[in-house]
């Protein structure tokens, strides 16, 4: 194909990001540039500087839109990254908290169009810029990614006439473990309608897909993350101390990660084996209910909650965890995992995720069959032999996991759609 | 006499798989050796039986009642025969019958299908021992001929098994080893020096009055075998389908006298589903084979009827499994070393358990334990080499991956250190009781 331009509409771009989404798309743009595609990203905001060749980075927020009613609610600062994957139940608190702030402005309105209006407000506002750059820009293909950037994707083809891929990293019903937000199920199928073709990041999402939205089976592609090879995250070999074993988990603290299982099982682990720490990273509607789970366990004293990390801290966890644990009630991929492994810890994943249909060296379970995963974690920290053998076997693997090899898949999609 | 001839030999073999057991639940456990499922031993066994033991124990005494030249060699694993007569008595009924048409060899192994060779030459010695006993037992036979589990061998394991008093041993025929030298011939191993110590334990085991000073070695013809093992039912092998006449060419037109023909018996009926037409071209073999003047050879008459041809030399160990003819399947990676060595660290243990009358049962039954944990099929599942290859669909298990298979390993085995520890316990608290009473008498 002719090594046209990708107008790919991003909401996240590492290493300013707060989920996978971030990491993938940074991966993805990386790749498709070896393998010589330029390519337009925009994004809502751009907040660090950023000069590459083939890449043209557009901060979708310094483009100006005429509309004046697209500005109204903008001076409110929303973290539209982290939103963007919260749950229904923190759209409430959010929206608590937003009364709080502005309640004067908004008193007129009730809370949820308030908070509606707001974040989706941000992805309109982005969608009619989108629309405004695909006029500017010259491009072959559209390549959107998620809820979020799909109006912005149509936006963009309708100026353009050109044909979108839509990328699914995760459908509103694994976000929302089953109790999906009709709007955004709304946009997404809409999205879905005018996309050519459809990525899906695992064939689980894959049927999420062609089950929930009607989409036909032929119309979705799968192409499972992958690990960009960057140099080996240094090791720095440090533990809590010298008996204590660290079981991680790494996520938000939201229904669909399932971090009560892990917690359960934790109980269980304990009852065996004393000396373990159980380490659980990240922020989220669920951490008060946590926090009140592991007292009425009895094991509180054992179970540190740290709040957000940044990247380089997570290596370092990783590193010093003895056993990353990923008990998701439904993950469409699951980036975190190769993360870990690439960090040399061994991993214990559910089964009901989309990296269990890529990874071999792991243990597997039902995330919710706790005394299996409390037998597996038992396993791994007692039996030296066992979590290197995992460990090593994972990271050969992973060396065979490319985005270079992902991107072609990408690449073909694009020649698919130009040649319709 | 005839020039040709085809040396059939079947090995007939299951393990005792392991209960599941959860690291939670240590010490709860009634039986360890249930299967993955509830009662999956007997279920797979049953099945077997049907598909495979039943039919083609059949069809053998069918095909040698009918030509009487046909002859076979078994090697029936002692943990076989022990389910055989729990699960299905028929299955030893019908070996029974094929035995007394007098055209049935029966060979030795370790009784637990183990790895013992590599481990503790006094438990090899042993599991040989026990192996005679249930052969002779069962079916009143006393073999000569030697088969180590897998097919693990060296010029150590011949000349060990030489010093027991057998006659002959069976081993795999991989090209590369033998220098050029045609697999289909009767050789001699390579004599040489086994460590005293060894030495002891072979005299000790030594079944017979008159050793030889040779042992003779019967060489796997592993392309002939695998044809009809592996390859039979292939759509993409150039050859399929394989008819009995093709395969007549190949034997009849190649040079050599023995066709050493081994393979696992399950081949007829499980791994070649009876649909692919196997027991046909099993049952049409003999008639097409001896129109050629080929004829059939047990493995001791085989190499009573032809000349040595010369010696095999063979030092590092080999075995008839993967590409790569080595150990790799059972030893070759961290976590199956660290189960088996976990498993062979008992055997003191075990051995103090071997002395004294009191308690006897109980002492058995944890003896029996240990012994069955032995098994090299539990080692085979904690295999890693073709799972790391993404190559998963050459994983032959009841396991979702190796290391499920060691974890649930390590379970039983704690399972079992458990109930150990507890009769070593009460053993000690009973001695100690006794001697009381004894200076109370006094």
């Given amino acids: 194909m002719n090594k046209g331009k990708v107008l790919m509409l991003g909401w996240e771009y590492a290493p300013f990001y707060s989920g996978g989404l971030?990491?993938?798309?940074?991966?993805?743009?990386?790749?498709?540039?070896?393998?010589?595609?330029?390519?337009?990203?925009?994004?809502?905001?751009?907040p660090f500087e950023l000069n590459e060749d083939q890449l043209e980075i557009i901060n979708a927020s310094k483009v100006k839109i005429e509309s004046p009613e697209s500005i109204i609610y903008s001076d409110i600062e929303i973290n539209s990254l982290l939103t963007a994957y919260s749950t229904s139940y923190s759209y409430k608190e959010r929206i608590n908290k937003l009364i709080e702030i502005g309640a004067k402005e908004m008193s007129d309105k009730t809370a949820n169009e308030v908070y509606g209006t707001n974040l989706f407000n941000e992805v309109e506002r982005y969608a009619q810029k989108a629309a405004k750059i695909a006029e500017k820009y010259p491009h072959q293909v559209i390549h959107t990614h998620d809820w979020m950037t799909a109006k912005a994707g149509l936006a963009a083809k309708k100026v353009s006439n050109k044909p979108m891929v839509m990328h699914i990293h995760a459908t509103e019903f694994e976000r929302s473990a089953g109790n999906p937000n009709q709007?955004?199920?709304?946009?997404?199928?809409?999205?879905?309608?005018?996309?050519?073709?459809?990525?899906?990041?695992?064939?689980?999402t894959k049927e999420k897909i062609v089950s929930n939205y009607g989409v036909s089976e032929d119309k979705v592609v799968v192409v499972h993350n992958a690990i960009e090879k960057y140099p080996q995250a240094k090791r720095i070999g440090k533990k809590i101390n010298k008996t204590d074993k660290i079981v991680l988990f790494l996520g938000r603290l939201t229904l669909q990660k399932g971090a009560e299982f892990l917690l359960e099982a934790a109980e269980k682990v304990l009852r065996h084996k004393r000396r373990v720490k159980f380490v659980f990273i990240g922020h989220g509607d669920m951490l008060p209910f946590l926090i009140k789970r592991s007292i009425d366990l009895g094991i509180e004293k054992k179970v540190m909650f740290t709040g957000f990390m940044d990247h380089e801290d997570v290596d370092k966890a990783y590193q010093m965890a003895d056993v990353y644990v990923m008990p998701s009630v439904d993950e469409p991929f699951g980036i975190t995992t190769l993360e870990a492994i690439k960090n040399g810890t061994p991993v214990i994943i559910s089964k009901q995720s989309?990296?269990?249909?890529?990874?071999?060296?792991?243990?597997?379970?039902?995330?919710?069959?706790?005394?299996?995963l409390a037998n597996q974690i038992l396993s791994v920290i007692r039996y030296n032999p066992l979590s290197k053998c995992i460990a090593q076997n994972a990271e050969e693997e992973l060396k065979r996991l490319d985005w270079d090899k992902q991107c072609k898949k990408i690449m073909n999609v694009y020649e698919q759609v130009n040649s319709k | 006499m005839y020039k040709k001839s085809i040396c059939f030999y079947f090995q007939v073999h299951q393990p005792w798989r392991l209960s599941k057991v959860n690291i939670l639940r240590l010490a709860e456990q009634d039986d360890l050796f249930e299967g993955f499922g509830h009662g999956d031993n007997k279920a797979v066994f049953k099945k077997v039986?049907?598909?495979?033991?039943?039919?083609?124990?059949?069809?053998?005494?069918?095909?040698?009642?009918?030509?009487?030249?046909?002859?076979?060699?078994?090697?029936?694993?002692?943990?076989?025969?022990?389910?055989?007569?729990?699960?299905?008595?028929?299955?030893?009924k019908s070996f029974k019958k094929l035995l007394d048409t007098g055209n049935v060899e029966l060979m030795n192994e370790t009784y637990y299908h183990s790895l013992a060779w590599l481990f503790s030459k006094k438990e090899f010695a042993h599991q040989i021992k026990m192996h005679r006993s249930k052969i002779w037992k069962l079916f009143k036979r006393r073999p000569v001929f030697f088969r180590n589990t897998e097919l693990i061998y060296n010029n150590q394991v011949a000349n060990f098994a030489r010093l027991i008093g057998f006659?002959?041993?069976?081993?795999?025929?991989?090209?590369?080893?033998?220098n050029g030298q045609n697999p289909n011939f009767v050789y001699n191993a390579k004599t040489c020096?086994?460590?005293?110590?060894?030495?002891?334990?072979?005299?000790?085991?030594?079944?017979?009055?008159?050793?030889?000073?040779?042992?003779?070695?019967?060489?796997?013809?592993?392309r002939l075998s695998d044809d009809i093992a592996f390859r039979f039912s292939n759509k993409d092998w150039p050859e399929y389908p394989l008819t009995v006449e093709k395969y007549a060419d190949w034997i009849e037109f190649s040079d050599g006298n023995t066709y050493n023909l081994f393979l696992d018996y399950e081949t007829f009926g499980e791994h070649q589903w009876e649909e692919t037409g196997i027991f046909e071209f099993l049952r049409k073999l003999p008639t097409e084979l001896l129109q050629r003047n080929i004829y059939f050879r047990t493995v001791s008459e085989t190499i009573k009827d032809y000349r040595v041809k010369g010696e095999i030399d063979i030092h590092n160990l080999i075995s008839w499994a993967d590409e790569s003819r080595d150990l790799s399947a059972w030893v070759g990676n961290r976590i199956q070393e660290a189960a088996i060595k976990a498993v062979y660290d008992l055997e003191p243990r075990i051995i103090a358990l071997t002395k004294g009358k009191k308690r006897r049962e109980e002492k058995d039954?944890?003896?029996?334990?240990?012994?069955?944990?032995?098994?090299?099929?539990?080692?085979?599942?904690?295999?890693?080499?073709?799972?790391?290859?993404?190559?998963?669909?050459?994983?032959?298990?009841?396991?979702?991956?190796?290391?499920?298979?060691?974890?649930?390993?390590?379970?039983?085995?704690?399972?079992?250190?458990?109930?150990?520890?507890?009769?070593?316990?009460?053993?000690?608290?009973?001695?100690?009781?006794?001697?009381?009473?004894?200076?109370?008498?006094?």
């Avoid at chain 1, 955004?184 to 689980?204: C, D, F, L, P, Q």
């Avoid at chain 2, 086994?194 to 019967?218: G, Q, V, W």
């Avoid at chain 2, 298990?397 to 109930?419: G, R």
């Fill in chain 1, 22 to 46: 971030g990491i993938v798309t940074r991966s993805i743009v990386n790749s498709l540039k070896k393998q010589g595609m330029d390519i337009i990203l925009v994004l809502p905001k751009v």
């Fill in chain 2, 49 to 92: 039986a049907e598909k495979c033991y039943l039919p083609t124990n059949k069809l053998l005494y069918s095909i040698i009642k009918k030509h009487p030249e046909v002859k076979v060699t078994f090697s029936l694993s002692g943990v076989f025969l022990d389910q055989a007569e729990c699960f299905d008595k028929r299955v030893i």
């Fill in chain 2, 193 to 222: 020096d086994i460590h005293p110590e060894d030495r002891k334990i072979a005299d000790d085991a030594c079944f017979t009055k008159r050793r030889n000073h040779k042992i003779k070695l019967l060489l796997k013809n592993y």
């Fill in chain 1, 183 to 204: 709007d955004v199920y709304e946009i997404e199928r809409e999205g879905m309608n005018g996309a050519s073709k459809i990525i899906a990041v695992s064939e689980r």
């Fill in chain 2, 365 to 442: 039954a944890l003896i029996e334990i240990w012994r069955r944990l032995q098994t090299s099929d539990h080692f085979y599942y904690m295999c890693t080499k073709y799972w790391n290859d993404g190559d998963v669909h050459k994983y032959f298990s009841h396991y979702e991956s190796p290391y499920n298979a060691f974890i649930n390993f390590m379970n039983c085995f704690n399972d079992f250190v458990l109930q150990l520890d507890k009769f070593e316990q009460q053993d000690k608290k009973d001695k100690i009781e006794s001697k009381s009473e004894k200076i109370h008498e006094a």
């Fill in chain 1, 354 to 372: 989309g990296v269990s249909e890529v990874i071999v060296n792991a243990l597997k379970v039902d995330f919710w069959d706790i005394d299996e």
């Fill in chain 2, 167 to 178: 006659n002959g041993i069976v081993a795999e025929g991989w090209d590369p080893l033998l």
